[in-house]
């Protein structure tokens, strides 16, 4: 491992609040993970959620938006995969991924579950296609390297009632030198426009910004 100490981010589904997230992010110096649907990456792919309206974006400008972070799959339809066959695997995610590549220039290694569905078939077909890592939606309130990359339990989600404790304890550990930690943190955007509490993640980014002792990168840097 590069690390002793590292943290990184999780977000689904390209959506507009995406940019208010990114620019927070970029200000504080955090590296995150977006995993995109390519097959419907578009405003027309909208829905709404306690009257806050969601709109995915355009491709256009993605690129742009998101340099300097990771792009990964979350399957070209945001399908659930687990009753899938293989023929709709290959174009749920070989698809996606190849659009990936073609429209902002890097093959993806990672991604997220859509709806935090995976079983042991789709898991050992995504190894198989050459995904290194997918992350489910459950939490572990744990820093621990996963021992499974291919179905991670993310630390917790931006919402989780322990974030704030959770950060406490990070920033206090001193890990062994052969035992190093992962503060995993995922969500969707929008859920900040929803709950209203876009000041939590910028509390969190400002708490764990800017130390000698943590690396801060994407998922592909920190698990691959």
Known sequence: MKYRKALTFSY??????????????N??????????NTGIQS???????EGVHINRMKQDG?????????IATHGLTHA????????????????????????????????AYAYGCVNDTVAKYLKSIGIKYGRTVESSHS???????????ATCHHDDEMLFELAEKFIKAEPKEDEPMLFYVWGHSYEFDVNNNWDRIEKFCKMMAGRDDIFYGTNRECLV
């Open 80 to 111: 659930a995969p687990t009753d899938m066959t293989k023929e709709e695997l290959d174009k749920e995610f070989i698809t996606d991924m190849k659009n990936i590549e073609r429209i902002y220039g890097t093959y993806p290694v990672g991604m």
């Open 43 to 49: 405003p027309e792919s909208n829905f709404e959620i």
């Open 27 to 36: 200000r504080y110096g955090m590296k995150a993970t977006f995993n995109l």
């Open 143 to 153: 820093f621990e390297i996963p021992k499974e990359p291919i179905k991670l339990k």
């Open 62 to 70: 993605l690129a742009e938006l998101y340099k300097g972070h990771e």
């Open 12 to 25: 689904d589904d390209g959506i507009e609040q995406d940019r208010k997230l990114v620019e927070i992010f």
